[in-house]
């Protein structure tokens, strides 16, 4: 997926601060913030059109019942 993203700013932790880095909570969702408004979410998917699209993608999906 980072492959696929625009080098815009950085989304992470703070790797010298880490476990510890409780700001990374604030600027995470405040990069998810702006994401979510230049880009709308699609709508949900029934089962149905779930299935299909896994399909499609050449995801299998079993039941574990």
């Known amino acids: 997926m980072s492959s696929r993203g625009r080098p ?7 790797a ?3 476990p510890r880095d409780f700001a990374a909570l604030v ?4 990069e998810l913030t702006r994401i979510r408004l230049r880009r709308p979410l699609p709508l949900p998917l029934d ?5 299909s699209a896994l399909v499609r ?9």
Not at 8 to 14: N, P
Not at 57 to 65: F, K, P
């Open 57 to 65: 993608s050449g995801i299998l999906w079993e039941s574990l019942s």
């Open 16 to 18: 010298s601060a880490f």
């Open 47 to 51: 089962a149905a059109e779930a299935s």
């Open 8 to 14: 815009r700013g950085r989304l992470g932790v703070d």
């Open 27 to 30: 600027r995470t969702h405040r």
